[in-house]
Nanobody, 125 residues
Framework: VQLQASGGGLVQAGGSLRLSCADS????????MGWFRQAPGKEREFVAG????????SYGDSVKGRFTLSRDNAENTAYLQMNSLKPEDTAVYYC???????????????????WGQGTEVTVSS
């Protein structure tokens, strides 16, 4: 598994961005996927997780109703659609993959084995 995160950038408050996490390996569908973020001086925070097949999702409280995580196993890519962005969403966003059985979704960093390099999101007020 080799994860490549992309799609970050600068956006005004209220705007939208879509982050992508592409896996260059062949076993993408074997893994639950997740997104975390880390703002300067803060702990890495769970944003969203999705099961192997994409039917189950989990979101952090601060992004519920605004962010949507999806995946396309045929394209080996997970997508994080971020709407109604706020300045407090500013952070480096990391995607991650963790070995899972069908239906499992993880919110704990410890369950994720592979991590992408991060993509920076800045939301201006």
């Amino acid at each position: 598994v080799q994860l490549q995160a992309s799609g970050g950038g600068l956006v005004q408050a209220g705007g939208s961005l879509r982050l992508s996490c592409a896996d260059s390996g062949r076993t993408f569908s074997d893994y639950a996927m997740g997104w975390f973020r880390q703002a300067p001086g803060k702990e890495r925070e769970f944003v969203a997780g999705i099961s192997r097949g994409g039917k189950r999702r989990s979101y952090g409280d601060s992004v519920k109703g605004r962010f949507t995580l999806s995946r396309d196993n045929a394209e080996n890519t997970a997508y994080l659609q971020m709407n109604s962005l706020k300045p407090e969403d500013t952070a480096v966003y990391y995607c991650a993959a963790g070995g899972a059985v069908t239906g499992e979704v993880f919110s704990s960093r410890d369950r994720y084995i592979y991590w992408g390099q991060g993509t920076e999101v800045t939301v201006s007020s």
